[in-house]
């Protein structure tokens, strides 16, 4: 069936350090990908979005590239902060209001 | 942009009794609601779909006579966890779908006693 697989954490990271979060897809169609945040104690917040091959999501400093022929969609920010500590999901979406499926999560903790 | 208002946000209760829990869709009509349930440092997993003036969509394994769904209207779908055991202890969260995506709530922390 349709999945969601990204790598596991926790990943600890200091201030201004790269990051790579890697998620690879199982889709029977051409699903959207997303890039969820949860900051602790909270709901899921929309970071970005990739809807066909190629496409390129960002926001805040973040970046994921949908990769069809590697059915990826890793996510990267060139230089993290404190405030980027944070659990991030990677999920996919089929048809047009279809369910959400997550992956387990990556829960990133930036020290100082 | 849309947002999505989750009531209450922690709750504590009784092994046995009920627990409501409310989502409501502020500045958009949502006719489809989806609650998901988020276990200790695992991913969320999808209850069931909350459809308005219809009966919910449980997934497999999601007992539909102890988590109650009622999405009355276009704006507001309640999850009742009924005679709540330890077990049930969870956070629990809605999204819904507006036309620019999915919009989760910030969830509900259920402590059962």
């Known amino acids: 069936g349709d999945s969601v697989t990204q790598m596991e954490g926790p990943v600890t990271l200091s201030e201004e350090a790269f990051l790579t979060i890697n998620c690879t897809y199982t889709a029977t169609g051409y699903p959207s990908l997303f890039w969820y945040v949860q900051y602790p104690g909270e709901g899921l917040q929309l970071l970005l979005k990739?809807?066909?091959?190629?496409d390129k999501g960002s926001n805040k400093g973040f970046e994921a590239t949908y990769r069809k022929e590697t059915t990826s969609f890793h996510l990267e920010k060139g230089s993290v902060q404190v405030s980027d500590s944070a659990v991030y999901f990677c999920a996919l979406k089929l048809g047009s209001q279809g369910n959400l499926i997550f992956g387990k999560g990556t829960k990133l903790s930036v020290k100082p | 942009g849309a947002v999505v208002s989750q009531h209450p946000s922690r709750v504590i209760c009784k092994s046995g009794t009920s627990v409501k829990i409310e989502c409501r869709s502020l500045d958009f009509q949502a006719t489809t609601m989806f609650w998901y349930r988020q276990f200790p440092k695992q991913s969320l997993m999808l209850m069931a779909t909350?459809?308005?003036?219809?009966?919910?969509?449980?997934e497999q394994g999601v007992e539909k006579d102890k988590f109650l769904i009622n999405h009355a209207s276009l704006t507001l779908s309640t999850l009742t966890v009924t005679s709540a055991h330890p077990e049930d202890s969870s956070f629990y969260i809605c999204?819904?779908?507006?036309?620019?995506?999915?919009?989760f709530g910030s969830g509900t922390r259920l402590t059962v006693v």
């Open positions: 999204s819904a779908w507006d036309e620019g995506g999915y919009t």
């Open positions: 990739a809807t066909k091959a190629d």
């Open positions: 909350s459809n308005e003036g219809s009966k919910a969509t449980y």
